[in-house]
């Protein structure tokens, strides 16, 4: 027997007599008196006092500056995106209008650095007026990836089997059928 085998045969007898050092379950750390001096005392002060109070001067600010171009949260969501794309495709045709128009005013407004009246900032910008929309379009996606093959990056069916090279045609695959 050759020496490496038998040294692998050594290592490995060895490997099988030790128990593993991972636990399968959750290992529940102790903590040190520092962090939990920190857990209950410093970190209930920083929510309370910084977190907190600059995350609602910081919704405020968005909130404010909404209703001064005068348009609404989900009117910022990308239309370069697929589900968006998809849910303004379901939305109704006033809606997309309201939308369409929500976006003109405020390109328009910040491009003159000028805001809304007050009188007409009187709504809330954080309604998420397309939400149901949105779930429609990703349960429609869905559906689409499950019973069509459909991919969703490339926008295209998959016609031919499949070798992850791109094909979008049956016969713009490297395999002849």
Same mark, same amino acid.
């Given at each position: 027997?050759?020496?490496?085998?038998?040294?692998?045969?050594?290592?490995?007898?060895?490997?099988?007599?030790?128990?593993?050092?991972?636990?399968?379950?959750?290992?529940?750390?102790?903590?040190?008196?520092?962090?939990?001096?920190?857990?209950?005392?410093?970190?209930?002060?920083?929510?309370?006092?910084?977190?907190?109070?600059?995350?609602?001067?910081?919704?405020?600010?968005?909130?404010?500056?909404?209703?001064?171009?005068?348009?609404?949260?989900?009117d910022a969501m990308n239309d370069k995106d697929m589900?968006?794309?998809?849910? $303004?495709?379901?939305?109704?045709?006033?809606?997309?209008?309201?939308?369409?128009?929500?976006?003109?005013?405020?390109?328009?407004?910040?491009?003159?650095? $000028?805001?809304?009246?007050?009188?007409?900032?009187?709504?809330?910008?954080?309604?998420?007026?397309?939400?149901?929309?949105?779930?429609?379009?990703?349960?429609?996606?869905?559906?689409?990836?499950? $019973? $069509?093959?459909?991919?969703?990056?490339?926008?295209?069916?998959?016609?031919?089997?499949?070798?992850?090279?791109?094909?979008?045609?049956?016969?713009?695959?490297?395999?002849?059928?």
């Open positions: 027997m050759s020496f490496h085998r038998a040294f692998a045969r050594v290592v490995c007898n060895y490997n099988k007599s030790i128990e593993g050092s991972v636990p399968w379950y959750q290992v529940k750390r102790e903590k040190s008196p520092f962090q939990q001096v920190w857990d209950e005392v410093f970190t209930p002060v920083w929510f309370k006092l910084v977190k907190g109070p600059y995350e609602r001067w910081e919704y405020n600010a968005l909130v404010a500056r909404y209703r001064g171009m005068g348009i609404m949260a989900d589900i968006v794309e998809r849910a $303004l495709d379901i939305i109704p045709e006033d809606i997309r209008i309201q939308r369409y128009r929500r976006m003109m005013r405020g390109a328009v407004l910040a491009g003159r650095k $000028l805001h809304l009246p007050l009188e007409l900032q009187n709504y809330d910008p954080m309604v998420p007026y397309m939400a149901p929309y949105i779930e429609e379009a990703k349960f429609q996606m869905q559906e689409e990836q499950e $019973l $069509l093959a459909f991919h969703p990056w490339d926008r295209r069916l998959y016609t031919a089997g499949v070798s992850g090279f791109g094909e979008t045609s049956m016969h713009s695959t490297f395999f002849t059928m």
